[in-house]
């Protein structure tokens, strides 16, 4: 049984995902900062679940080391977000969200490749960024400029852990109904503004997130490393069809 370690595991996009790789088989290992929130609803099958907190180098040490098996798949999911202005952000806050969100994903990457490396196996590592570290989304504090970093960090890790067979990808998901964007999506006028905006026209589901984890994670993505996979129903790309346009120059010939 091929053994995969989840990182912010306890909702959303990370409880999903360990569902998912439970369903096809996987061993999985849940991580997160409560142990009770991880085991809230009870465990998917062959699910382990550890408190664990990323930004700790000691912490996950700990955590690696109870699970016993070096993993085949490892997925940097944890993060979090201080909302508001960044002329008003507290560095308090500033350096909570860079210690989760990129420096625990480093602690946590580099472990497992350490692990992956000395066993001679290989393995897949998969970061979760954002669509916000690839266009800057308004009071999002220091989260924007985590994802960005994390996405260069990934080719990063592509580049020097290719030769020990390890894959690192990262996924950008979009504006997503689940987890950190429950609250806004909680206010229905709000979401029915958002998703008339998405070409796509719907917010993104879980299982989006989920499927693409599971083909990364396969051979049938062997030959694909450090991409940083924009999963967001067109929104990041659609900026020009917000703005007004005259129709009179969107027709063909002369214009008589």
């Not at 308090?92 to 990457?109: K, P």
């Not at 950008?172 to 950190?180: C, I, Q």
């Amino acid at each position: 049984m091929k053994f995969a370690i989840v990182t912010g595991a306890a909702g959303g996009l990370g409880r999903v995902i360990s569902e998912q790789l439970s369903r096809e088989g996987w061993g999985v290992g849940m991580l997160d900062v409560s142990r009770v929130a991880l085991e809230a609803g009870g465990l998917p099958t062959n699910c382990q679940a550890i408190a664990c907190d990323v930004g700790d180098p000691s912490s996950v040490e700990a955590a690696f080391q109870q699970f016993g098996a070096v993993p085949d798949l490892v997925v940097n999911n944890a993060g979090i977000v201080r909302f508001g202005p960044l002329i008003d952000l507290e560095q308090q806050d500033f350096d909570a969200v860079v210690r989760v969100n990129l420096v625990g994903a480093f602690i946590v990457a580099r472990h497992c490749a350490a692990q992956m490396r000395n066993a001679g196996k290989g393995g897949v590592i998969i970061n979760i960024t954002s669509m916000n570290g690839i266009v800057p989304g308004p009071n999002s504090g220091a989260y924007t400029s985590t994802k960005a970093g994390l996405a260069l960090l990934t080719k990063q890790m592509a580049v020097e852990w290719g030769p020990f067979g390890i894959r690192v990808n990262a996924i950008a998901p979009g504006l997503m109904d689940a987890g950190m964007s429950n609250a806004i999506h909680a206010d229905q006028e709000v979401r029915r503004s958002r998703e008339a905006k998405i070409p796509a026209r719907r917010l993104g589901r879980p299982d989006d997130i989920s499927n693409l984890v599971s083909f990364l994670a396969s051979d049938k993505a062997s030959y694909i490393t450090g991409e940083n996979i924009l999963v967001d129903g067109g929104i990041t790309m659609s900026v020009l069809t917000m703005l007004p346009r005259p129709k009179s120059v969107d027709k063909f010939g002369t214009g008589k």
